[in-house]
């Protein structure tokens, strides 16, 4: 299942006991301030979070889904995230109440 934005910021808001329209411009401005820094090459570390940093993927042969062709994916830098040991030992807490190890694919 994927939260939408306006779903994940109602959430914000309800458990921040704030407006939606605050929580809204919050995460806006989590979204632009990360992205400054991703533009820049530089890891944003949220203690007990995780990490965000860019990464380059090196060049590699792929497929052109419609048609099956090989073609050449070329290197690209993309996002990535490292979940804290932190956030990871909470997430399999939670897991583990509500016993609910089921993965969406």
């Known amino acids: 299942m994927a939260v939408l934005k306006k779903e994940f910021t109602d959430r914000m808001a309800e458990i921040g006991g704030i407006t939606k329209k605050d929580a809204k411009r919050g995460l806006e401005l989590f979204i632009e301030t990360l992205m400054d820094y991703m533009s820049k090459d530089e890891k944003v570390m949220i203690v007990g979070f995780g990490r965000f940093e860019m990464k380059t993927a090196k060049e ?4 052109v889904p419609l048609s099956g062709e090989e073609c050449i994916v070329p290197k690209h830098k ?3 995230f490292y979940a804290s040991d ?3 030992d909470k997430i399999d807490e939670i897991l583990e109440e509500n016993d609910t190890y089921e993965i969406d694919e």
């Open 60 to 63: 590699r042969k792929g497929r």
């Open 78 to 80: 993309k996002m990535k």
């Open 86 to 88: 932190t956030l990871a």
